[in-house]
């Protein structure tokens, strides 16, 4: 069986101010793990992935996950965050149907 | 070119009412998956086609929910005599082949609210 703990339900931070959420997995098989991002009223886009390789993965708008196995985590960064970052993150796991972990709202105050 | 498209994006049902929510794929997608999203959760997958073929339906909650793909293109998600833990945001997702690392593409959802 396969899920996915995110640790914070909300993140508030400051424009520009750095960011890490975090997410941490279980999962008894190859791990594919992958962090989604949700807009208010809109669907799921794909930030980044990870499937093998290179455990420091980059993804869209400036963000960055780092899969450490021994810690089971693979926690989202972002060095200088927007306004625009207000969302919804998910973190999830699969090889082929997806587990979402329960979401972190970030907010970001001017 | 055009995402996923999933209709009605609102459906306001009675208590005991059929709904019949559609999701119109990617063009070329063999894969597709619903997913069920209650407030405040994240997605909680429901079924998964592979062309015209269920493959797995492990996470429909009961058997009053029921999809269908008969074409391989345009998918039906069904619920019958709706009750009020089926209100929830319904997501579709697509993908080009039948694994994760073919990314899915989520539509904007189908929010259901049962009165």
């Known amino acids: 069986a396969q899920s996915v703990t995110q640790l914070d339900s909300q993140v508030p931070v400051f424009e520009e101010a750095p960011v890490e959420l975090r997410c941490n997995y279980s999962s008894s098989v190859s791990v594919y793990l992958f962090w989604y991002v949700q807009y208010p009223n809109q669907g799921l886009q794909l930030l980044l992935k990870?499937?093998?390789?290179?455990?420091l993965v980059k993804g869209i708008n400036g963000f960055e996950a780092e899969f450490n196995k021994s810690q089971t985590s693979f926690h989202l960064r972002k060095p200088s965050v927007h306004i625009s970052d207000t969302a919804e993150y998910f973190c999830?796991?699969?090889?082929?149907?997806?587990?979402f972990g329960q979401g972190t709202r970030l907010t970001i105050n001017p | 070119g055009a995402g996923v498209s999933q209709s009605p994006r609102y459906k306001v049902a009675k208590r005991g009412q059929d709904v019949a929510l559609r999701c119109d794929p990617i063009?070329?997608?063999?894969?597709l998956f619903w997913y069920q999203q209650a407030l405040g959760q994240g997605p909680e997958f429901l079924t998964y086609f592979q062309n015209e073929a269920q493959l797995d339906k492990s996470g429909l909650p009961s058997d009053r929910f029921f999809a269908e793909r008969p074409e391989g293109s345009v998918s039906t998600l069904k619920i019958q005599r709706t009750q009020q833990e089926d209100s929830a945001v319904y997501l579709c997702?697509?993908?080009?082949?039948?694994?994760?690392?073919?990314?899915?593409?989520f539509g904007p959802g189908t929010r259901l609210t049962v009165l």
């Open positions: 990870y499937l093998s390789g290179s455990t």
């Open positions: 997702a697509s993908s080009s082949g039948p694994r994760s690392y073919n990314e899915q593409f």
């Open positions: 063009s070329g997608h063999v894969s």
């Open positions: 999830a796991v699969g090889s082929q149907k997806l587990v």
